[in-house]
T-cell receptor
Framework: NAGVMQNPRHLVRRRGQEARLRCSPM?????VYWYRQLPEEGLKFMVY????????ESGMPKERFSAEFPKEGPSILRIQQVVRGDSAAYFC??????????????FGEGSWLTVV | GENVEQHPSTLSVQEGDSAVIKCTYS??????FPWYKQELGKRPQLIID?????GEKKDQRIAVTLNKTAKHFSLHITETQPEDSAVYFC???????????FGTGTRLKVLA
């Protein structure tokens, strides 16, 4: 059973470009989360999605960031007009059910974004 | 707002000794507390978790204790080995939401 798959693992973008990060959840999981981790810091919640629905985006910056989880295909985290402060590791996670029901979330290997 | 405090930020122990990492959460309604281990450049991996209806849980050399009254939970690693060296994160679920609040991490170094 493959785990949470993320790509690309490493991405370099110039300031002002767009970054697209992809995540395929574990088989049988329909709940997807994105977390951001700045260097030497903890994990900050960004957004929680189910198929075709954004459930909680309270951790997403209001501008330039968007996320989707279409009916077919992976979840995508999109960052437009990237700035140096966007440089971070972006971790996707998935769960079988809602975490507030005690379902564990499992993390992917992360996508390391570097903005130059 | 919701908050999870984690101490210490760094911890060095001799191989074979025990290590204890402590977390405090703010929302008394939190009911699920996982612990993750993250090696350099890798993903966080779940190592143990505890639910609010249990006071202690053990899995081989790893144990977690929960004090709901004090809103504390702790990770205990016995007979530490060099491969235990990593950053450890505690987390607390936020009732009514779909997210965890993570602690700031503890960098554990096990000295051979």
């Amino acid at each position: 059973n493959a785990g949470v798959m993320q790509n690309p693992r490493h991405l370099v973008r110039r300031r002002g470009q767009e970054a697209r990060l992809r995540c395929s959840p574990m088989k049988g999981h329909s709940h997807v989360y994105w977390y951001r981790q700045l260097p030497e810091e903890g994990l900050k919640f960004m957004v929680y999605l189910q198929k075709e629905n954004i459930i909680d985006e309270s951790g997403m910056p209001k501008e330039r960031f968007s996320a989707e989880f279409p009916k077919e295909g992976p979840s995508i985290l999109r960052i437009q007009q990237v700035v140096r402060g966007d440089s971070a590791a972006y971790f996707c996670a998935s769960s079988q059910g809602q975490p507030n029901s005690g379902n564990t979330i499992y993390f992917g290997e992360g996508s390391w974004l570097t903005v130059v | 707002g919701e908050n999870v405090e984690q101490h210490p930020s760094t911890l060095s122990v001799q191989e074979g000794d025990s290590a204890v990492i402590k977390c405090t959460y703010s929302d008394s309604a939190s009911n699920y507390f996982p612990w993750y281990k993250q090696e350099l450049g890798k993903r966080p991996q779940l190592i143990i978790d505890i639910r609010s209806n249990v006071g202690e849980k053990k899995d081989q050399r790893i144990a977690v204790t929960l004090n709901k009254t004090a809103k504390h939970f702790s990770l205990h690693i016995t007979e530490t080995q060099p491969e235990d060296s990593a950053v450890y994160f505690c987390a607390a679920s936020i009732p009514g939401t779909y997210k965890y609040i993570f602690g700031t991490g503890t960098r554990l170094k096990v000295l051979a």
